[in-house]
């Protein structure tokens, strides 16, 4: 693999106490969710340019990012 094109790292999920609960907009977790969506279309873009790396995915389930 090219350490020109690195593979897409997920974003961090956050704690459940870094939210204040008080109707943020946005909210971490929606942050969060934005960055997971945009880390897996990444990630889908990267594995089409590097089929090889396919076997070394994980094919557990995905988080469900359409909350």
């Given at each position: 693999?090219?350490?020109?094109?690195?593979?897409?790292?997920?974003?961090?999920?956050?704690?459940l106490?870094?939210?204040?609960?008080?109707?943020?907009?946005?909210?971490?977790?929606?942050?969060?969710?934005?960055?997971?969506?945009?880390?897996?279309d990444?990630?889908?873009?990267w594995?089409?340019?590097?089929p090889?790396?396919?076997?070394?995915?994980p094919?557990?389930?995905?988080?469900?990012?359409?909350?």
């Amino acid at each position: 693999m090219s350490s020109d094109d690195p593979r897409p790292l997920p974003p961090r999920e956050p704690a459940l106490e870094e939210c204040c609960g008080g109707g943020c907009e946005p909210c971490v977790f929606d942050r969060y969710y934005d960055a997971l969506e945009r880390y897996q279309d990444a990630l889908q873009s990267w594995l089409q340019r590097h089929p090889e790396a396919a076997s070394d995915t994980p094919a557990g389930p995905q988080p469900d990012i359409h909350k």
